[in-house]
């Protein structure tokens, strides 16, 4: 018996949220999407996430996740009762689990369900630290992650609780709670996205002067980018062979089986953004919005 309705969770739910198992991971330097300096500003200054087609199909497809899982394992799956768990003792750890199944050597079960684009002999590793941490908060003794894989593959590995996973877990969340959302004090930054995060603008006429590790790091990428130089007109030249062998032909074959393509697009309509603002400039003007600059890395 299955059961995968829909569970629209409420806003103010996700408001409460402290520190979940996507969040676990990014803390502990595990979430391949989030990094624990952004794992910190979601809590301390959330704001409104964007939306990617990503994030929709993963919403949408957990119910299918959840059918195919139901299927393979002939158990019974449902919703969780609340769409918010809080752990009874460290109330900064929240769990929002996926479904809940049950095992007969484990009982009840976590169900996380993942869609991925890639081929996986193994469940990732951010998606392990999230199942145990709905383990610890839910008080289970086993969980369950099951995947679809391009859509078309689905996979599932079922794995017991491991105190000792959790025990580095709640020490990694307590010490993060106290220093750095209690404490105020902003985790160190690890990524790109973490400086433009942080540093969203730069201090006009400020300068650093390079130290002998930045002088050396910016060598090395000067010789990266020079090598790239040359690749690129290495292909372009190759590229250029070739167009010129095809002329009008449409592809380059040997033993009947395509090498190269070059084909015309089809044709297409294109809206003439500037021929528009000319003539009904008052309209264009009507549906422009204010679009914060970005910052723009540069070798000089």
């Not at 803390?27 to 939306?51: K, T």
């Not at 469940?123 to 008080?139: D, K, M, S, T």
């Not at 060598?219 to 790239?228: D, I, P, S």
Request: net charge negative; with cysteine; charged share 25%.
């Amino acid at each position: 018996m299955t059961h995968t309705q829909e569970l629209i969770t409420p806003a103010s739910v996700y408001a409460q949220r402290k520190i979940g198992g996507t969040t676990m991971a990014a803390i502990m330097g595990l979430n391949p999407f989030s990094s624990p300096y952004q794992a910190w500003r979601e809590i301390v200054q959330p704001v409104e996430r964007d939306d990617n087609k990503y994030m929709r199909a993963g919403r949408k497809l957990e119910r299918i996740v959840a059918e195919y899982y139901a299927e393979e394992t002939d158990r019974e799956v449902w919703m969780p009762e609340k769409p918010l768990y809080v752990h009874p003792e460290y109330d900064f750890l929240t769990a929002m689990p996926d479904r809940l199944t049950r095992s007969g050597s484990n009982g009840i079960l976590v169900l996380e369900c993942k869609t991925t684009q890639k081929h996986l002999e193994e469940p990732e590793i951010h998606w392990h630290i999230q199942a145990q941490h709905y383990c610890n908060v839910l008080g289970l003794e086993g969980c369950a992650i099951a995947w679809l894989e391009r859509g078309l593959e689905f996979r599932y590995l079922e794995c017991e609780r491991n105190d000792d996973i959790i025990s580095m877990m709640v020490e990694f969340a307590s010490a993060f709670w106290r220093d750095n959302v209690l404490g105020g004090t902003p985790p160190r930054l690890t990524t790109a996205d973490d400086v433009v995060l942080a540093f969203p603008k730069h201090t006009g006429g400020k300068g650093l002067e390079a130290t002998p590790e930045a002088l050396e790091v910016y060598t090395a990428l000067q010789g990266v980018q020079q090598k790239m130089k040359g690749l690129e007109e290495e292909k372009e030249a190759l590229q250029t062979s070739l167009k010129l062998l095809l002329r009008d032909n449409e592809a380059l074959t040997y033993d009947g089986e395509a090498l190269v393509t070059w084909k015309a697009a089809k044709d297409s309509l294109a809206f003439d953004a500037e021929n528009f603002k000319q003539q009904h400039p008052d309209l264009w003007a009507q549906f422009q919005k204010p679009r914060s600059g970005s910052r723009r890395f540069l070798i000089k």
